[in-house]
């Protein structure tokens, strides 16, 4: 595109953006004026139509993202921006800052978790060209705001995909697991590369995994929370794998409620060390319910249990287990057991 005329300030006239805008605004009315933002402290005032000038280059506000956790589809981000790269014409995510602190607690432990915009951009300069992560870069507003500018991925979260696939449990097993469960190693392997480098993800949970549409890669995205540690610095890290984990194995999250109702047989066999240790209504010891489930998958799940005395303290075993339950996939459906 062509470089664009600028005023005093290196600031563009309303004319030049009028020009430049208007594929995307054409709608907008002719007495619409730009506002232009080299300070974006204030994210709630930043809207549709307004301009943000960071290190000399311009991008168009499209729209606020939403938060799609757990189907909270309407519940806005004021501080994620969809955007408009006015130098190439690509559609980009700007994320500026926005502190947010909060308790968890895990096994008895307590994690003190907090939005850092500096350590997401440390990361995305860790993973540039890694294929399992969102890509990007950040720069500095005038009040060194980090606002870090990412690339789209096109394409449904892990927690999406699963939800659509109509098929019973067994037969999902055996023919949607294997491959869903090689993504997720990768998966794995891409937050043991974190931690090999000293960096955690902060915030693993299955809707921040998205599945490529071009590719096919399962690719981690938002990673700017942060957590002071006590014991073990990757262990939010770690358990957030076990629920995610879970979540497949289970073909969605397995509710006690649920299992009481429609497997009522099963239910009788539930004991309380058999639930989620974070969440007390989710099935942990799946193989109570789908007895076909094999063991050392299950004795993973059985780590993140409520009844359990040990836990992962380190991804490598985590890898090693799940490589090695991988493993019973490969066998001769004739020769399977699960001992």
Known sequence: MESLPLMSHNIPSQESLRELCSPWLASLSPQHVFRIYTDTSDFYAIEYGDILLLDHRLYLVRHNAKEGRFGLDDEVKFWVKRVIDLQDGV?????????ERFTATIGGIPFE???????????????????????????????????????????????????????????????????????????????????????????????????????????WIDFDYNFLHRENMFGYDLFGLGNVLMYLVGKGDILTKEVRENHPTAFQRLYAEDVNIVFNNRVANLRKIFPYIPKPLNDILLRFSKGSSVFYDDIDPFLTDLREARAFFQQPENERTSP
């Not at 990361?123 to 969102?134: A, C, E, Q, R, W």
């Not at 394409?155 to 949607?176: C, K, N, P, V, W």
């Not at 392997?189 to 931690?195: N, P, R």
């Open 91 to 99: 559609t980009r995510i700007t994320k500026l800052v926005f502190f």
């Open 113 to 219: 978790c907090y939005r850092s915009p500096r350590k997401e951009a440390r990361i995305l300069d860790l993973v540039k060209g890694h294929p399992n992560f969102m890509q990007g870069f950040w720069v500095t507003d005038d009040k060194d705001n980090v606002v870090r500018i990412l690339d789209v991925i096109y394409g449904q979260s892990l927690a999406a995909m699963i939800a659509d696939i109509h098929l019973d449990h067994e037969t999902y097993f055996y023919q949607r697991l294997p491959d869903i469960l090689d993504h997720y190693i990768e998966c794995v392997e891409a937050i043991a590369f974190l931690h090999r480098h000293g960096e955690k993800h902060g915030d693993i949970r299955r809707d921040h995994i998205l599945i490529d549409h071009d590719s096919g890669r399962y690719r």
